[in-house]
């Protein structure tokens, strides 16, 4: 069979870097980042974004946006990644850009991949750059900036949070991969099932650049058939993302995972082991059951039993570490314990509760005797030490507005029995 590349007369570009969107018009998911009046948006419209960081996990569109806000920008910009570049190569792109600025007015874009591997000294380096527009830096990560960063460089950020793409968008992007004659494979005779397709957006787990690497694998490795056509069926495409055909359809895949959950707030520890089996051998990673049994550990079990949340994450670590099949052993042992342990969903209502507030009736009037004293007062309101009245003492936390909010009301099951007679010696 002749190279595919050779056949479409391209270089040997991957897949993922020849479809990287050009536009915002062509840039796939993060609505909340990039959508009709969003933020980004509107200032690229008056040419004003100013620095960011962009953050989350790998082949969701951090770089690629941050090309895009380059070009609509029309500024110079250069690129550069965190792990390879050090102190004197950031020095080079700053005075090359001071000399820019001085000559036309223009502030250029340093794009600075992986910025949570700058050290304190290389990010204090293009500090005062920023704080002149001489640099407008824009830095993605797939880490927290706030906890992995230095704060002086994200506090002059705005900071955006990316999400895994989902499974909609990254098909769209897959068939707009098939179809596109100038970047993609629409010069040739595809034949893609919709399962497959299906089966790739599935299985990337919400990593487009991941989708598009099996794509290419699958239309690479696959003959020609006697049609003259590639067909690439859910076979293939499982083959090529690395995850297992799952033997049922994605409706039944949904709904077992709906019933393993319902089973484990139900208590039902026979049916929970049942669905979490049937998902494993219908070809279900077993990780997503261990992120599901993690997460109803907190939501349906919560505060009546916290051993129930640490005893998930032990079964994650199991499965990760050990792989399968001994790693299922402790992961049933996780779905036994939350099965069999009091229920209690008082986390929950206490989140959303105080998510509520936080959102729709914030008071930022921090009582006095709570605030940071740390400069010359000559008499702070006294703030009662819990450890000078043996470990607890009744005194004002919440601002004055919400004063009287309560958010965690225990529930009369399991550990929370306690926590009740506690609050109400507390009171």
Known sequence: MANINEEMN?????????????????????????????????????????????YGPPGVGKTTLAYIIADSLKLEYKKLNAVSSGVAEAKKVIDNARTHFELTGKSTILILDECHRWNKAQSDSVLEAVERGYITFIGTTTENPHISMTPAIVSRC??????????????????????????????????????????????????????YNALELAVTTTPVSKDNAI??????????????????????????????CKSLRGSDT???????????????????????LIAHASEDVGMADSNAALLAMVAMNAVKNLGMPEGNIPLAHAIIYVCEAEKSNSVVVALNKAKYDAE????????????????????????????????????????????DRIYYTPSNNGRERGMIRKKERNK
């Open 270 to 292: 026979d049916a929970a082991l049942y669905y979490a089996e049937r998902l494993i051998k219908a070809g279900c990673d077993p990780l997503l059951i261990c992120r599901r």
């Open 360 to 403: 729709y009736n914030p008071d930022d009037n921090v009582p006095e005797h709570l605030k940071n004293y740390h400069y010359d007062v000559k008499n702070p309101p006294k703030y009662k030490y819990p450890h000078d009245f043996g470990g607890y003492v009744k005194q004002q936390y919440l601002p004055d507005k919400l004063k």
């Open 231 to 260: 067909h690439i069926d859910k076979l293939v495409a499982s083959q090529c993302i690395q995850q297992p055909v799952i033997s049922v359809d994605e409706n039944l895949y949904y709904d077992m995972l709906s019933a393993f």
């Open 158 to 211: 705005r900071v955006f949070k990316f999400l895994p793409l989902e499974v909609d968008d990254i098909k769209e992007a897959l068939i707009r991969a098939v179809k596109d004659r100038e970047r993609g494979y629409g010069r040739l005779n595809i034949k893609i099932d919709s399962d497959a397709i299906s089966h790739l957006a599935m299985f990337s787990n919400g990593d487009l650049r991941s989708a």
């Open 10 to 54: 391209i270089d040997f570009t991957p897949l993922a870097e020849r479809m990287r969107a050009r536009s915002l018009d062509e840039f796939v998911g993060q609505k909340h980042i990039v959508g009709k009046d969003s933020l980004v948006r509107r200032a690229l419209m008056v040419n004003r974004l100013g620095s960011c960081i962009f």
